[in-house]
């Protein structure tokens, strides 16, 4: 199993920033991969960013230039630096961690964005 907990989201004005944090615990050695989701009301949840444990990161098209995926592996902890954020963002944003055959997801943080 492994267990994660995210911190960092709020309010925020339009054009301001926040960072996300994801730390795991437990059996983080079955890691191949953490990254963030998104799920705005009434929508469908949607990939923010992934940070394979190989590779490069990958961003969906609406947050491209505006988020920056990262890992501390000695702290088994993922962040998501988002800027210039727009009202759109807003939606309760999950950590999600990609083990082999299975997905492990946080509670979730919302994030909101005020116009």
């Known amino acids: 199993q492994v267990q994660l907990v995210e911190s960092g989201g709020g309010l925020v004005q339009a054009g301001g920033s926040l960072r996300l944090s994801c730390v795991a615990s437990g059996r983080t050695y079955s890691i191949n991969g953490m990254g963030w989701y998104r799920q705005a009301p009434g929508k469908t949840r949607e990939l923010v960013a992934i940070y394979p444990n190989s590779g490069t990161s990958t961003y969906a098209d609406s947050v491209k230039g505006r988020s920056t995926i990262s890992r501390d592996y000695t702290k088994n902890t993922v962040y998501l630096q988002m800027t210039n954020l727009k009202p759109e963002d807003t939606a309760v944003y999950y950590c999600?961690?990609?083990?082999?055959?299975?997905?492990?997801w946080g509670q979730g943080t919302q994030v909101t964005v005020s116009s």
């Open positions: 999600v961690a990609h083990a082999t055959g299975y997905d492990y």
